[in-house]
């Protein structure tokens, strides 16, 4: 072996000795994880939010989450179309029909769901005899009484979505097909035997003669 080889291994021993005694001296904390080589591969940046972006020229957003382009829609998210006003409830009522089949899964979901929103005010059969209902100003009416007999679903499901009276809005709880399925157990209590509430017409184009 010649000597250029035999000094750099000595070379090498001599700092691996080195390097060995100063970490192994050296007090640590009991979960360091030690001397880290290139630490930014290990611990990269991450964007955190609510954090300051200096690479954005926008001051609007220099200190929060940048808003999405104007008429995003999110993915597999619906637009619902009736607004909160008589206009919107009374073509709710018209127009809006329950996308779900109705059968007994989709029936039980909406019983367990009616059970975890509805029951404390509207009670367990609809009769507005809920124990929070009681002691509201006006007690809910009752599901088979005459105001709310016939109510069509589409009316059902506008109710649930933006709140009517006393009730609140639902839609932050309640996904479009949970409210669907609420509506499809609210019209078994409408009509226990099982008759489907009256739907309401649309109103028809007349011409009159001139």
Known sequence: ????????????????????????????????????FMADMYRSPSLESYMAYTSLTDSAVMQANRLPVAGTIARGFMPYIYGNDTTGYGNAGR??????????????????????FCVHCHGATGAGDGL????????????????????????????????????GAHASQLDKDERWKI????????????????????????????
């Not at 000094?7 to 009991?30: G, N, P, Q």
């Not at 009484?145 to 499901?157: D, M, S, V």
């Not at 009509?191 to 509430?197: E, F, R, S, W, Y």
Request: with cysteine.
């Open 132 to 167: 929070v209902g009681g002691k509201l100003p006006g007690a809910p009416p009752s599901y088979t009484g005459a105001a709310l007999k016939n109510l069509p679903e589409g009316k059902i499901f506008h109710s649930i979505t933006y709140g009517k009276g006393l009730m």
């Open 1 to 36: 072996m010649n000597k250029k080889v035999t000094r750099i291994i000595s070379l090498m021993t001599l700092f691996s000795c080195v390097t060995i005694a100063f970490t192994s001296c050296e007090k640590h904390d009991a979960n360091s994880p030690g001397v880290e």
């Open 183 to 210: 509506v499809q157990y609210v019209q078994k209590l409408q009509n226990p035997n099982g008759a489907a509430p009256v739907a309401e017409e649309a109103p028809k184009a007349t011409t009159e003669a001139k």
């Open 95 to 116: 127009y809006l029909h329950n996308p779900l089949a109705k059968n007994e899964i989709n029936l039980k979901q909406g019983e367990e769901l009616y059970g975890k």
